[in-house]
Every structure is written in C-alpha cells, then in structure tokens.
C-alpha cells in the first residue's frame, strides 16, 4: 500500500449511504473538502444538512449510481451502504469514470484507484496517515490514539522551520548549510519545549541552535 495526500479544498465528495461509516467518513471528508454530498435513504443523527455536508434522500440502485456520480463531479466517491451489490457498482462505476473510490465493505487487495481511508491525526499542518493494509482497522485507530500526544506542537515546528527555511533561502545561505540548519532546529529539544511557551520563543531558541552553523 502506498500512502498519499490529497488536497481536497476545491473538491466535492460524494458518499452514499447515511449510516454509521457514511456518517464517519463524510465528517472526515467535511474537514478538508470544498463540499460533501450522501445519498441515502436514511441518516444518522450526526449529519446534518448544510455547513459542508449535502443531504440528499433517495435509495439508488445498482444501475442508478453512475447517473449520481455524473452530477456531482466528485473527486473522490464513498460506497458506504449496507447492500454489497450498490457498493460494487458504486466502485465500478467510479472506476470506469477514473474517479478514486473509497469500498468500505472490503479489505485487501484493490485496483488502482480504489484507496483506502487510512486513520489521521492532524496538527496542522501535519499529518499522519495510519493503515494495516486493511487487516485490522481497529489497531489503525488505537495507534492514531497513541500518535495524537506523540505529534502535538508539530504544527507550530512545521509553521517554525518551514519559515526558517525560505529565509535562509531568501538570504542565499548555500543548500548543505541551510539542511544542516534546519535538521538542527527540528531535532532540538530546547526548541520544541521553546515553541510550548510561544512562537516567538520558539524562534529565538531556533536561532540559538542555529548560530552555530549560519551567522546571523
Ligand atoms: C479497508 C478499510 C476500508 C475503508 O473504509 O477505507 C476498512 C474496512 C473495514 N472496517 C471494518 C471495521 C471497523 N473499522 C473501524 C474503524 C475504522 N476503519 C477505518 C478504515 C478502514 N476500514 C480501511 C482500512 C484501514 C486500515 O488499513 O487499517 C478507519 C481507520 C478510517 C475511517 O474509516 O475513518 C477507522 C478508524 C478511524 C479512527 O478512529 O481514527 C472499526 C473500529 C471501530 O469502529 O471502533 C471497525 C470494527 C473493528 C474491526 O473490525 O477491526 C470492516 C468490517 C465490517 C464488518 O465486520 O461488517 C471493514 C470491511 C472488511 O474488513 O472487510
Ligand atoms: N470501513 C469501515 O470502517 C467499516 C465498514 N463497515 C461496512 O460498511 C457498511 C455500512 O456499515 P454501517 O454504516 O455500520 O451500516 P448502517 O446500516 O448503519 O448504514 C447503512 C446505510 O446505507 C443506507 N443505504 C441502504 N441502501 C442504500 C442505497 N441504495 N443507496 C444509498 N444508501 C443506502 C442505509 O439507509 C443506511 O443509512 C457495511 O457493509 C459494513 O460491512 C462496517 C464497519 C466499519
């Protein structure tokens, strides 16, 4: 399995099936999409219509999927029903139509273009993406929970080092001296704890580390 991002801001989602893991992924999917649409007889109590997420009732068959998936020009479509054979034609079709499809009655292995969705934790803009190749989705969501305290701060050290590397760049610093700069300031003790207090100690402890190497 080769794990990739996606970035979905100008992109819809299409989901069918309201129920349970429709209602996981759709809210997964509203957090990153431009706009979410589940086609459903029937919807949980989580989704609610409007901020992101279309609700849309209707039960389509088997034949019926592809004319939903022409209409809403999706980047990604989600076969979260019950019934097996409108899961498979919603693969199918998305397939045919070369649009990422995400089967959530399966595992193992897949076509290109049939993704799985793996567990995430964020620290934006940070990200990690979990999967055991399908064998055990519920180990992916207690690793996700063991992860969450592993990468807090991450974002602001993203937000930190990805600021020291244009300036360094921007000052014409050579290639091996701002790498080895900037494997120092995300490698820092001192500037992750730094960073806890404030951006702005964050930054001075991150020049500290750094003196050695580029002068100021
Ligand atoms: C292949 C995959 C396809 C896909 O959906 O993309 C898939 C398939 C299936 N899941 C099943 C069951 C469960 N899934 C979860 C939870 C999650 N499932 C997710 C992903 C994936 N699930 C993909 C593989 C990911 C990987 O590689 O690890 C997560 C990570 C992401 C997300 O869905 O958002 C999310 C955790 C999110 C989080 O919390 O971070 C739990 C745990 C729980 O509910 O507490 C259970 C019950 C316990 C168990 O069975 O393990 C079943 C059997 C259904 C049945 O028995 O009928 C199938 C179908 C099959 O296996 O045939
Ligand atoms: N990938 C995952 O993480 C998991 C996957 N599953 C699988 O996902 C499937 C759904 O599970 P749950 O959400 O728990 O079931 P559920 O019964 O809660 O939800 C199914 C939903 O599909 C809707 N539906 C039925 N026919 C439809 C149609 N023709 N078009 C659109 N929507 C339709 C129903 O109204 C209901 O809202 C199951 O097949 C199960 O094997 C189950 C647990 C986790």
């Known amino acids: 399995m080769t794990p990739l ?14 129920g349970t893991v429709g209602t996981r992924k759709a809210l997964g999917f509203a957090a990153d999409a431009n706009a979410v649409v589940v086609v459903s007889p ?31 020009s999706p980047a990604i479509v989600v076969a979260a029903t019950d019934d097996r054979a409108v899961n498979a034609a919603v693969e199918a079709a998305a397939l045919d139509a070369g649009i990422l499809v995400n089967r959530t009655d399966v595992s193992g292995g897949r076509k290109p273009g049939s993704v799985v ?3 995430t934790v ?27 305290a592993e990468i807090a701060g991450a974002g602001a050290m993203a937000d930190l080092s990805g600021d020291l590397r ?3 760049s921007d000052r014409g610093v050579d290639p091996e001296t701002r790498r080895d700069a900037i494997r120092r300031v995300v490698r820092s003790e ?8 404030g951006r702005s100690n964050g930054r001075q402890e991150a020049h500290n580390v750094i003196e050695e190497v580029v002068d100021r």
């Open 5 to 18: 991002y996606h970035d979905l801001s100008d992109a819809t989602v299409l989901v069918f099936g309201g």
């Open 42 to 72: 029937a919807f949980t109590d989580r989704l609610v219509d409007g901020e992101g997420v279309d609700l849309v009732r209707a039960a389509p068959g088997a034949d019926d999927v592809g004319a939903w998936i022409d209409r809403t």
């Open 117 to 119: 969705v793996p567990a």
């Open 122 to 148: 964020e620290d934006d803009p940070v990200a990690v993406a979990i999967s055991t190749g399908g064998a055990s989705p519920a180990l992916s969501k207690a690793l996700r929970q063991r992860i969450e």
């Open 166 to 168: 244009r300036e360094l």
């Open 190 to 197: 001192g500037v992750w704890k730094a960073l806890q207090k």
